[in-house]
């Protein structure tokens, strides 16, 4: 498969990862009366591409970085951890490692002969930015490409759930992501530049309320995302 091909394959809400589950935290936001209509939608998206979409992105174009190392699996234990630093809440660390075992799974059946035996086992399984890297190294995505994947999906999921949670117009939702495209791409950019540095040093943006409510969403007894 093209490389422009499989970008659209992992970025379609259709593939076997479980992404339609989870609401990037938006449910808990509604609830909270945070997010209430089409602008508060949009600024709760571009906060969450400036912080978790930035930060996944530069993870799974590191993770990229790292398939064809010698020391893959060092590098990938590396990335894991720091990755698991900063995830300060324990809700969204074993959401991370949810989705990431969903996306394996995927990724194992699809690419049999990647290089997936490298990530870190520990933990519950590796972050979901790891195992996206991995897999658009596999499928033939360049860095960049793959960070432009990660990056989408952190905003598109949201958006979606915005549908089903306030009840918006489907063409004004998607009418905000197009104009999210270019801080999309340049989200992608800066991902794919940082990975070139060490782990360490590996942007770190944080969202503390957003924290804070992943922790209050994983205590309902009824809900209708899994975060």
Same mark, same amino acid.
């Given at each position: ?26 449910? =808990? %936001?509604? /609830?909270?009366? $945070?997010?209430?209509? @089409?602008?508060? #939608?949009? *600024?709760? &998206?571009?906060? !969450?591409? +400036? ?14 970085? =790292? %398939?064809? /190392?010698?020391? $893959?699996?060092?590098? @990938?234990?590396? #990335?894991? *951890?720091? &990755?698991?630093? !900063?995830? +300060? ?139």
């Amino acid at each position: 498969m093209a490389a422009p091909s499989l970008l659209l394959l992992l970025a379609d809400g259709r593939f076997p990862a479980g992404a339609h589950a989870h609401s990037g935290g938006l449910e =808990a %936001a509604v /609830a909270a009366r $945070r997010v209430t209509d @089409l602008g508060t #939608l949009a *600024a709760f &998206l571009r906060g !969450r591409l +400036a912080t978790a979409g930035l930060v996944g992105a530069a993870f799974a174009a590191a993770a990229h970085r =790292a %398939a064809p /190392a010698g020391d $893959r699996r060092a590098r @990938l234990a590396r #990335l894991d *951890a720091e &990755l698991d630093a !900063r995830t +300060a809440a324990p809700a969204l660390r074993a959401v991370s490692r949810r989705q990431g075992r969903a996306l394996l799974r995927a990724g194992r059946t699809i690419w049999p002969h990647g290089p997936f035996a490298d990530l870190p086992e520990a933990g519950g399984g590796p972050h979901q930015p790891l195992v996206l890297g991995l897999i658009g190294a596999a499928g033939g995505l360049d860095r960049t490409e793959t960070a432009l994947a990660a990056a989408y999906g952190t905003v598109t999921g949201a958006a979606s759930a915005g549908l089903r949670l306030l009840g918006l117009d489907p063409y004004h939702v998607h009418a905000l992501l197009v104009d999210l495209a270019g801080a999309c791409d340049a989200t992608a950019r800066d991902a794919a530049d940082a990975a070139d540095g060490p782990p360490e040093d590996l942007p770190a943006a944080a969202a503390p309320l957003a924290d804070i409510h992943a922790e209050v969403h994983a205590t309902w007894e009824v809900r209708l995302f899994a975060s």
